[in-house]
């Protein structure tokens, strides 16, 4: 494997609870490290978007804010790591359980390769529902936007590849209170988890974009 310069993670996870600008980081980071940017909820959501059967047993969870099956979730994302897990990657969304999260080390340990971060962005319910009711999201390059915050150049348009953008399906509040909720429960066990592990940092996400890919870039080249 080619030698990585030093002082730079590569081979990072992210969590927060929906809303927290865990997605919007990750695709940033993972452009900026020149890594893939793995999001669980967007493999979950092409899926669906193919009719796969896959996708068909994932749909009424995901709607409704439910988690899917660890056994669903990781068949997804062993698909997607690839053999060697080199030269590294951002997770969005995952691992979303302590289970999830052991069978990542696993994976990973089965790749000769393991963790090097794990970002933990913190944010208030109060400060979500308002980003998560204005956001929208391209189908096709997984850019996301907000209405007033972050919005296209062109009305409905990605900036980047030119697709019409869609609102996510459970991005209402009746919904969002539902996987904020779900978050509450595995959240805190998955914090308490890779406390013990090491190579773990908090941060307060409740500022700009370009504010948290300066804390994030900080953490990761600490
Ligand atoms: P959020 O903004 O709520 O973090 P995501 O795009 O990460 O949204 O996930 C959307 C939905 O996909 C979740 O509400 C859940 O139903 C499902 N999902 C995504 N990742 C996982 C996972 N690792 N384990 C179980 N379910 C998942």
Redesign the pocket.
């Known amino acids: 494997m080619e030698a990585q310069p030093t002082g730079k993670r590569r081979r990072i996870v992210l969590l927060g609870g929906?809303?927290s600008g865990k997605?919007t980081a990750a695709a940033w980071l993972a452009k900026k490290l020149a890594v893939p940017h793995l999001?669980?909820?967007d493999m979950?959501r092409a899926e669906i978007a193919a009719g796969s059967d896959l996708g068909r047993e994932a749909a009424a969870?995901?709607a409704s804010?439910?988690?899917?099956s660890d056994d669903l979730?990781l068949r997804l994302v062993a698909a997607h790591l690839g053999k060697d897990a080199a030269p590294g990657f951002v997770f969005d969304?995952?691992?979303?359980t302590v289970a999830?999260a052991e069978s990542l080390d696993r994976l990973l340990h089965e790749r000769a390769s393991r963790l090097d971060l794990v970002l933990h962005l913190d944010v208030p319910l109060a400060a979500v529902e308002e980003r998560i009711v204005g956001r929208l999201g391209c189908p096709s390059c997984g850019r996301v936007y907000h209405a007033t915050r972050m919005p296209p150049k062109k009305d409905g348009v990605c900036d980047v590849c030119g697709a019409a953008l869609q609102k996510r399906k459970?991005d209402n509040l009746e919904v969002l209170r539902e996987?904020w909720k779900v978050y509450g429960e595995w959240g805190p066990r998955l914090v308490a988890y890779y406390r013990r592990h090491g190579g773990f940092a908090e941060m307060d996400a409740d500022v700009t974009a370009e504010e948290l890919y300066a804390k994030v870039w900080e953490a990761t080249t600490a």
């Open positions: 929906p809303g997605g999001s669980t909820g979950l969870s995901t804010g439910r988690l899917v979730v969304g995952f691992p979303r999830q459970d996987r």
